[in-house]
């Protein structure tokens, strides 16, 4: 099931952000999508704890298919597809091996990874997909405030996911103990 919400948050973040306009907040944009996005770094936390790291990598590939698929069906520039997937493989492998190695609680860990592996999902997002570097969709003044917009959003996710870990481990994982992270 977890898989299930994994790859659909991956969907639902290229569709909602093909189809709205993004949120001006100040000197921000943020992309509806990002909510969605944010939230695949913590299902990923969640599967990684109840099937291991191998079935998370396994969610990450089917996850960067969709990404990938879902992107090009929508009609979006080839900037955009390439930017999509990398973005997502890089970002979600990056947050899977941050989230093993961290010693520390689990609240700490899903916030932490989630917050790296956030913030280069939406580095290399709006560089290669949106900035001049490839489709010029947003001038490079406009770089640093969507990396950071959409960041800050994702971070709080991350924060939010953290502080109600304990609740969120009964709902997603089925158990109040810390489990151990499953080596390949």
Sequence with gaps: MTILLYIAAVAAANIVT????????GPFLITWGTWFAAVTFVLRDVIQLRHGRRIA????????????????????????????????????????????RLRAGLPL?????????????????????????????????????????VWLAKCLIQALAAVSWKALERTLVGTDTEPPVRAV
């Design 57 to 100: 990598y396994v969610a990450i590939g089917a996850g960067l298919a969709v990404a990938a698929v879902s992107s090009a069906l929508l009609g979006d520039t080839e900037a955009v597809v390439v930017a999509s997937g990398l973005a997502f493989g890089l970002s979600e492998s990056l947050d899977t091996e941050v989230f093993t």
């Design 18 to 25: 093909a189809a709205t306009t993004p949120w001006d907040v």
């Design 109 to 149: 860990r899903v916030g932490v990874s989630g917050v790296i592996g956030g913030a280069l999902d939406t580095s290399v997002f709006v560089i290669v997909g949106l900035s001049p570097l490839w489709s010029g969709i947003i001038p490079w003044s406009a770089v640093p405030n969507a990396i950071l917009g």
